[in-house]
């Protein structure tokens, strides 16, 4: 055993000795050459052997803000890599190899292979937020005459407007025409009552007429403002509701709305407040509209302003970050709505 052992370091010390002493060695470590000089030779030989590990931590996960168009970063690889820090240079071309150049380097008596421990920046994961759309969403509703609906709607006019039935109007009912509008109202009373409806930038359906239309609209208010927020029923004809919070979403009927406005008009509140706490702001509050004519001219005019005066929601408003229809994705922090046909 002791004569193998002794055979192999002869063997090990007669390569190495050949490793110097060939023409790769001795143009790496040989004192004979002048160009480049031995000291420059020695710094280019110390630094290809020094290998650099570098150790690339977990990606850290942030999620994207609230947006209307989703952003995804490809995610990060994680784990550890060695990259060395140099290869053969020009003058060694004596040497066969990267790894015959290494080999010579070592003939240097203070030189030995390294490795450097480096910590990459930490990478970082976006995951796409959630998508909210800006608006309010309306569903359109078109009566034809001597219909089970239609007549409940025409009786208010002698009986009063407690008469209308919200279950057989909406409940299992599909709108004629749905969409997003970045208003609320705008019709006038000088509108022929006999021609298709023409708001948010559409029209009723052919045949229909404005004196025999109903439009429900609903969304979410997300409040920057703390404070006394306001709701105006500025015109109507027949009627208009109004409901803020949870009872816009479910349950709503005529006598829990958060205020409510008829033609002729015989007085009562043209507006309703509600307040916005500090703890409130950025959360989206549910609100609903819903105007009804039962026949012949018709009129709706609504607002939703902040504590500035500052219209949120009006006939004129464009489209704005505080007022959205519904929101998806991860964390979304207003829900969808559920189907017009569903909601009582």
Request: net charge negative; hydrophobic share 35%; with cysteine.
């Amino acid at each position: 055993m002791k004569t193998l052992t002794l055979f192999l370091l002869q063997a090990l010390a007669a390569c190495a000795v050949d490793v110097c002493q060939n023409n790769c060695g001795r143009a790496v470590a040989g004192t004979a050459r002048l160009h480049p000089p031995l000291s420059e030779r020695w710094s280019m030989c110390s630094t290809a052997l020094i290998r650099t590990s570098t150790i690339t931590p977990p990606a850290a996960t942030v999620t994207a803000p609230i947006t209307y168009i989703r952003h995804a970063l490809d995610s990060q690889t994680t784990g550890s890599t060695e990259l060395a820090q140099s290869g053969k240079p020009g003058y060694a071309s004596a040497c066969t190899d990267d790894a015959a150049y290494e080999s010579a380097c070592q003939c240097f008596a203070d030189i030995t292979p390294s490795t450097v421990t480096a910590t990459a920046a930490t990478p970082t994961e976006t995951l796409p937020g959630p998508t909210c759309t800006q608006g309010v969403e309306f569903a359109m509703y078109n009566y034809d005459l001597n219909t089970t609906r239609w007549d409940n709607l025409e009786d208010a006019i002698d009986y009063g407007h407690a008469w209308v039935n919200f279950t057989l109007q909406f409940s299992g009912v599909e709108p004629n025409l749905t969409g997003i509008t970045s208003t609320l109202g705008g019709v006038s009373q000088q509108s022929n009552p006999d021609l298709p409806i023409d708001i948010y930038g559409v029209s009723g359906p052919p045949g229909s007429t404005l004196g025999r239309t109903v439009i429900d609209h609903r969304g979410y208010i997300v409040p920057q403002i703390a404070g006394f927020h306001m709701i105006w029923l500025e015109s109507s004809d027949n009627a208009v509701y109004a409901w803020v919070g949870d009872r816009a979403v479910r349950g709503w009927t005529a006598s829990n709305a958060s205020i409510r406005r008829f033609w002729p008009h015989t007085g009562g509140l043209e507006t309703w407040i509600f307040d916005v706490r500090d703890r409130e702001l950025g959360t989206p509050i549910p609100f609903r509209f819903l105007w009804l004519n039962y026949g012949g001219p018709g009129a709706f005019r609504a607002s939703i302003s902040d504590p500035r005066g500052s219209n949120l929601l009006s006939p004129t408003t464009g489209l704005n970050s505080r007022i959205i229809s519904s929101c998806s994705g991860p964390g979304a922090p207003a829900a969808a709505w559920a189907p017009w046909a569903n909601e009582i």
